[in-house]
């Protein structure tokens, strides 16, 4: 079946450190992979997608590029800051057929000034 | 503002309560979801309507009673609930794409800020 293992939080770092939180999947096909985030007391707003494999989406600084070989799309910032705490989750999505979004558990990321 | 929203906000309730929790979108789509937030596990889907239509129902317990009057409004009735329901509720709206035979393709969903419930 589709699943999305995320790395286990909380994840802790310094105003401006580099944040890598990874991301690993396993899914029939060729699914659409995604990033959302969720701030404090919100719902999940979408922060990035990639469509096929080498693809890499970008917003806010962030990045992750679809890596079909490693069946990865590990999420990346050079210098975080403190409005980035939040919790991350990565999904995906079959590119057809009837299923909507499969989640991770989540990564709670703390930047502290 | 997501274009999605919920209510009640926050909500308390005991086992023997029956209440229910609303979604609304203003983004003109035409699918939505009920979503479980517990804490340390992946996000639950629970439920799917296409078109009004209910389309997943991920075995979730006959104490949760969705309902979807409209391609706008969906709701979430709860009754005789356990506090292992304690959780938090994220309603969600899209559009849907291509048709193919496997069915519809779903497009990127919005999400709504939640309903934190306590269930006592």
């Known amino acids: 079946g589709n699943s999305v293992t995320q790395m286990e939080g909380p994840v802790t770092l310094s105003e401006e450190a580099f944040l890598t939180i990874n991301c690993t999947y396993t899914a029939t096909g060729y699914p659409s992979l995604f990033w959302y985030v969720q701030y404090p007391g919100e719902g999940l707003q979408l922060l990035l997608k990639a469509t096929k494999a080498d693809d890499k989406g970008s917003n806010k600084g962030f990045e992750a590029t679809y890596r079909k070989e490693t069946t990865s799309f590990h999420l990346e910032k050079g210098s975080v800051q403190v409005s980035d705490s939040a919790v991350y989750f990565c999904a995906l999505r079959r590119n057809s057929g009837n299923t909507p979004l499969v989640f991770g558990k989540g990564t709670r990321l703390s930047v502290i000034a | 503002e997501t274009g999605v929203t919920q209510t009640p906000r926050h909500l308390v309730m005991g086992m023997t309560n029956k209440k229910s929790l609303k979604c609304e979108q203003h983004?003109?789509?035409?699918?939505m979801y009920w979503y479980k937030q517990s804490a340390k596990k992946p996000l639950e889907l629970m439920f799917v309507?296409?078109?009004?239509?209910?389309?997943e129902n991920n075995s979730v317990p006959s104490r949760f009673s969705p309902e979807c009057p409209n391609s706008s409004h969906l709701f979430l009735h709860l009754h005789t609930l356990q506090p292992e329901d304690s959780a938090l509720y994220l309603c969600?709206?899209?559009?849907?794409?291509?048709?193919?035979?496997?069915?519809?393709?779903?497009?990127?969903?919005?999400f709504g800020p939640g309903t934190r419930l306590t269930v006592l």
């Open positions: 309507y296409n078109f009004k239509e209910q389309t």
């Open positions: 983004l003109g789509h035409n699918a």
């Open positions: 969600a709206s899209s559009t849907l794409g291509a048709q193919s035979d496997e069915g519809s393709s779903y497009n990127e969903q919005f």
